[in-house]
Antibody, heavy 116, light 106 residues
Framework: QVHLAQSGAEVKKPGSSVRVSCVAS????????LSWVRQAPGLGLEWMGR????????HYPQKFRGRVTITAVTSSNTAYMELSSLTSEDTALYYC?????????WGQGTLVTVSS | EIVLTQSPAALSLSPGQTATLSCRAS??????LCWYQHKPGQAPRLIIY???NRATDVPGRFRGSGSGTDFTLTISDLEPEDFAVYYC????????FGQGTRLEVK
C-alpha cells in the first residue's frame, strides 16, 4: 500500500510559478513512475507528465512541455511539480498519482488558485 | 500523442437502466485502456483496466470491452451510486484522458 501526501493549497499571482510536493510512504518510491494530473473547475482530467525517480526519466505532453518541470528526490521519497507562467486557467486541483496495473494511488490533491 | 474522444458528453438515465459509454482513440493500440469513475470531492476511482478487467471491489455490473481504437464501458442495472463522471484513459503511449462522460439521473 502506498500513501501520497501533498503540500497545502497555494494562491499565486499571474505570471508567477508554483511548486507542489508529493511525499510517498509505504513503498519503493524510486521503482515506479509518479504522474501529475490536474482538474480545473468544470473541466476534465489532464495528465501533466511523469517521472521515473530511479532513472530520472521524465515525460511531458506537448501542452505542458516547457512550462512544467517534474523532479524527484529519492532520499526523501519526494516528487515535485513546478508550473511556471501561471494564468487564471491554471487554477485547478493538482494530484500526484502512482498509476499501476490494476490499481492506483492518488494524493489528496492540492488546490492552486491563480488570482491577481 | 493519442487523443481519446468520449461520447456522449452527457447521458441521462434512470436507476435500473443500462449505460453505454464510448471511447474512441486517434490511433490503434494494445489494450492499455482504463476507465475511471469520478465523484465530486473524491479522487478518481479506477473501474476497469486493460480494457476488460474490473479493478478490486468493482461490482460485476461494470463491464469493459473493445480493442484497437474503440472501447466501451457498459454499466448494467444502474444503482444510485453509479451516477458520476466517467473518464477513459490510455497508457499505451504515455498517458492521456478522454474529456469525460457525465452520467446523470433522469
Amino acid at each position: 500500500q502506498v500513501h501520497l501526501a501533498q503540500s497545502g493549497a497555494e494562491v499565486k499571482k499571474p505570471g508567477s510559478s508554483v511548486r507542489v510536493s508529493c511525499v510517498a510512504s509505504g513503498d519503493t518510491f524510486s521503482s515506479y513512475s509518479l504522474s501529475w494530473v490536474r482538474q480545473a473547475p468544470g473541466l476534465g482530467l489532464e495528465w501533466m507528465g511523469r517521472i521515473i525517480p530511479s532513472l530520472d526519466i521524465k515525460h511531458y505532453p506537448q501542452k505542458f512541455r516547457g512550462r512544467v518541470t517534474i523532479t524527484a528526490v529519492t532520499s526523501s521519497n519526494t516528487a515535485y511539480m513546478e508550473l511556471s507562467s501561471l494564468t487564471s486557467e491554471d487554477t485547478a486541483l493538482y494530484y500526484c498519482v502512482s498509476f499501476r496495473r490494476g490499481h492506483d494511488f492518488w494524493g489528496q490533491g492540492t488546490l492552486v488558485t491563480v488570482s491577481s | 500523442e493519442i487523443v481519446l474522444t468520449q461520447s456522449p458528453a452527457a447521458l441521462s438515465l434512470s436507476p435500473g437502466q443500462t449505460a453505454t459509454l464510448s471511447c474512441r482513440a486517434s490511433q490503434s493500440f494494445s489494450d492499455y485502456l482504463c476507465w475511471y469513475q469520478h465523484k465530486p470531492g473524491q479522487a478518481p476511482r479506477l473501474i476497469i483496466y486493460d480494457a476488460v478487467n474490473r479493478a478490486t471491489d468493482v461490482p460485476g455490473r461494470f463491464r469493459g470491452s473493445g480493442s484497437g481504437t474503440d472501447f466501451t464501458l457498459t454499466i448494467s442495472d444502474l444503482e444510485p451510486e453509479d451516477f458520476a463522471v466517467y473518464y477513459c484513459q490510455q497508457r499505451a503511449d504515455w498517458i492521456s484522458f478522454g474529456q469525460g462522460t457525465r452520467l446523470e439521473v433522469k
